[in-house]
């Protein structure tokens, strides 16, 4: 479902672009006239940005990353749903024949866990690997022998 919502969100991205002319001497006007040029567009602001060249895009505003807070510090309830996620990905990963892709299986499974509940993000892949020795050693352990990897935090960050 998320996906689905992610292509339409896209789509109508792309509809839109270039359907209605920017007024002269706004940010998109400028950063158009650029992309036509081949240059870069900079706002009048002071902040960099950069034209596309794509077609049917250019002079699109780039869409942002999420600003939720990450949190500095896991509560119980997170710690114990990243413990039975950890479990989960046990079973999961060993399904799969290669290492490399056991590797993406829960790469990717940790993205749409994470995405599922923003709750789930960390500070970094270092917390969830020291938050999974404390709490579930053993799931972490089974994890990295199935994916052949030291640390979560290397599994995630290479």
């Known amino acids: 479902m998320k996906r689905f919502a992610v292509i339409v969100m896209l789509l109508g991205l792309c509809a839109c672009s270039g359907s209605t002319p920017a007024p002269a001497g706004s940010t998109i006007a400028t950063a158009s006239a650029a992309a036509s040029a081949g240059g870069v567009a900079t706002p009048s602001g002071g902040g960099a940005a950069t034209a ?14 999420s600003t939720a807070p990450v949190p500095t510090t896991v509560t119980p309830v997170v710690a114990k749903e990243a413990c039975a996620f950890l479990s989960q990905q046990v079973s999961s990963v060993s399904a799969v024949k290669t290492t490399a892709k056991r590797r993406t299986r829960f790469k990717l499974a940790y993205s749409d866990w994470v995405g599922e509940d923003f709750s789930h993000q960390l500070s970094s892949s270092d917390q969830l690997d020291t938050l999974a020795r404390a709490k579930c050693p053993k799931p972490r352990t089974k994890l990295l022998a199935e994916l052949h990897g030291h640390s979560l935090a290397a599994l995630l960050k290479g």
């Open 52 to 65: 596309s060249s794509s077609p049917g895009v250019s002079g699109s505003p780039t869409p942002q990353a």
